[in-house]
C-alpha cells in the first residue's frame, strides 16, 4: 500500500484491521495494531512525506508465527531514527523499531499470531492476498464511525472492568477487616495462653520443688527406718538359730516348726530391710560405681555356685552360659553382680517347670546381658509396672516378694550406663536384657 495523503491513513488504518481478523488476531489485537500502524502513518506522512506499507507473515525461531508490518519511508529518516509522537504505540504491538532492509530505513512492528488460528501456509496467505485485494476500502467517515464504535466498547470494557475492580478492591477492605479482627482475637488468646502456660510452668516448678522434696524425705525414712530394724531382725535370726542349736536344750517337734518359722519371716523380713536400703541408697545418689575390669566368666561362675546352692525347685534346671572372649567389661562388679542376682532370683521365683538361662552377648562396644526363664509369662500391658516399686504383676502366678527386685535392679543398670529391658508375652516366660557398654561410661 502507499501512504502519501492524509485520505491514506484511514485506508492503511482499516487495512491493518482487516489483514489482523484475516490471519487470526483477537479483537483486541486487531485494534492495536491497527491504531498503532495508524499512528506510525500520520507521524511519517507529516515527517518525510509518506511510506509504502508492506504486511508479511514470519515465523520467529520458537516456531511461533508473527503478523509483520514495514513502514519503509518516501525519504530517509534524520538521523535514521524514529521516535513515535505518542509513547503508548510501543505499548500496542510486541515490537516497534527501525532496521535496515534492502537500503532502506524501515519502521517495523509485529505482533505474535495465537496458535489457535488456522494455519498460514503459503496457500492460506495466497487465498488472503487475494481476498484483501478483492475489498473496497471504506470511506473515511466510515472508518472513523468504526473508530468511534470500537472506542465505545473499549470504553464500556473499560468501565466494566473499573466496576470489577472496585468490587475486589471492596471485598479486599473487608477480608482486611476479617483478617485484621481475626489477627486480634489470636493475639489475645495467645496471650492469654502464653499467661496461662507461665502459670502452669510456675505451679509445675512448685509441685516439682514438693516431689524433689517427698522424694528425699521418703529416702531418708527408708534408710533410717531399714537401719533401724536390721539390728532387731538379726537379733532375732541370731536367737532362733541359738535355740535350734545341738547345744541348747532340745526343743519339741512342734517347738522346733514354731522356730523354724520365726527363723523363716525374720529372714524375710530381713531381705525386706535390705532392699529398703539398698532401695533408698540407689535413690538418694549416693552410690558411686567403682569402675574396673570385670571378668564377665568369673562373675558368672560365682552367680552359678552361690544360685545353687540356694536353688530348691528340683523341675527348673539354672543354666549359666559361659561368655564369649575376651570377656571383660568396665564396669562396677558388685553393682552389676547384684543386678544379675535380682533376675536370676526373681526368673527361678516365678518359674515352676523348664529353665532359667543366663547369656552374654557382645554386640560392636555393648554388652547384653541376657536372663531368661520359661515361666508364666507377664501380659503387655504390665511390662512397665512391673518396674515400679512395690509392684506385683496380679495373678495365679503370683509368688512371694517385696517388688522391689525389678525397680533396684533397673536403677543399678542405669547407674552403670546402661539399659534394662523387658520382653516377655504370656505363656512364653520373660526375657530382661541389660545392655552396657563395654568401656564404661
Do not use: C
Not at 248 to 254: A, G, H, I
Request: glycine residues 8%.
Amino acid at each position: 500500500m502507499a501512504l502519501r495523503v492524509e485520505q491514506d491513513i484511514f485506508v492503511v488504518r482499516q487495512r491493518g484491521r482487516e489483514v489482523a481478523a484475516a490471519v487470526g488476531l483477537e479483537r483486541q489485537d486487531q485494534v492495536r495494531i491497527a491504531t498503532a500502524l495508524s499512528e506510525v502513518a500520520r507521524d511519517l506522512l507529516r515527517g518525510v512525506g509518506g511510506a509504502d506499507v508492506l504486511f508479511a507473515i514470519t515465523a520467529a525461531p520458537d516456531g511461533r508465527q508473527h503478523l509483520r508490518v514495514d513502514l519503509v519511508p518516501v525519504s530517509p529518516l534524520p538521523d535514521r531514527r524514529y521516535e513515535p509522537q505518542s509513547g503508548a504505540v510501543a505499548r500496542l504491538v510486541d515490537t516497534l523499531s527501525v532496521v535496515a532492509a534492502a537500503g532502506d530505513t524501515v519502521v517495523r512492528m509485529s505482533r505474535r499470531i495465537p496458535v489457535t488460528a488456522q494455519a498460514l501456509t503459503p496457500q492460506r496467505v495466497e487465498q488472503l492476498r487475494a481476498q484483501l485485494g478483492q475489498s473496497v476500502p471504506g470511506t473515511a467517515e466510515e472508518e472513523l464511525a468504526t473508530q468511534n464504535s470500537q472506542l465505545i466498547a473499549a470504553l464500556d470494557e473499560v468501565r466494566s472492568q473499573r466496576d470489577e475492580l472496585a468490587r475486589l478492591n471492596e471485598e479486599l477492605e473487608q477480608t482486611n477487616r476479617g483478617v485484621l479482627a481475626l489477627y486480634h482475637q489470636l493475639t489475645d488468646e495467645l496471650e492469654e495462653t502464653n499467661r496461662g502456660v507461665v502459670a502452669l510452668y510456675a505451679e509445675l516448678d512448685e509441685k516439682s520443688v514438693q516431689l524433689r522434696s517427698a522424694s528425699e524425705s521418703k529416702s531418708r525414712f527408708l534408710a533410717n527406718v531399714s537401719h533401724e530394724l536390721r539390728a532387731p531382725v538379726t537379733a532375732i535370726i541370731g536367737l532362733a538359730r541359738l535355740l535350734t542349736d545341738a547345744a541348747s536344750d532340745p526343743l519339741t517337734l512342734e517347738q522346733e516348726r514354731q522356730v523354724g518359722l520365726i527363723r523363716s519371716s525374720a529372714s524375710d523380713l530381713l531381705s525386706l530391710v535390705n532392699e529398703l536400703l539398698d532401695l533408698a541408697k540407689a535413690e538418694s545418689g549416693r552410690l558411686e560405681p567403682d569402675w574396673a575390669e570385670v571378668d564377665l566368666r568369673a562373675l558368672f561362675g560365682q552367680l552359678r555356685g552361690t544360685l545353687r546352692a540356694l536353688h530348691t525347685v528340683p523341675d527348673v534346671r539354672l543354666v549359666v552360659e559361659e561368655p564369649p572372649s575376651p570377656a571383660t567389661i568396665r564396669t562396677d562388679e558388685m553393682l552389676l553382680a547384684q543386678v544379675l542376682r535380682n533376675l536370676l532370683h526373681n526368673g527361678l521365683k516365678f518359674t515352676t517347670r523348664g529353665e532359667v538361662r543366663l547369656r552374654a552377648e557382645r554386640s560392636g562396644d555393648s554388652w547384653k546381658l541376657v536372663v531368661t526363664d520359661t515361666g508364666a509369662g507377664i501380659p503387655a500391658e504390665f511390662h512397665e509396672r512391673v518396674f515400679e516399686e512395690f509392684y506385683q504383676v496380679p495373678g495365679p502366678s503370683r509368688a512371694g516378694g517385696t517388688g522391689l527386685g525389678l525397680p533396684y535392679a533397673r536403677r543399678l543398670a542405669t547407674l552403670l550406663g546402661g539399659t534394662l529391658e523387658l520382653s516377655s508375652e504370656p505363656g512364653r516366660g520373660s526375657s530382661f536384657t541389660v545392655s552396657l557398654p563395654a568401656n564404661g561410661t
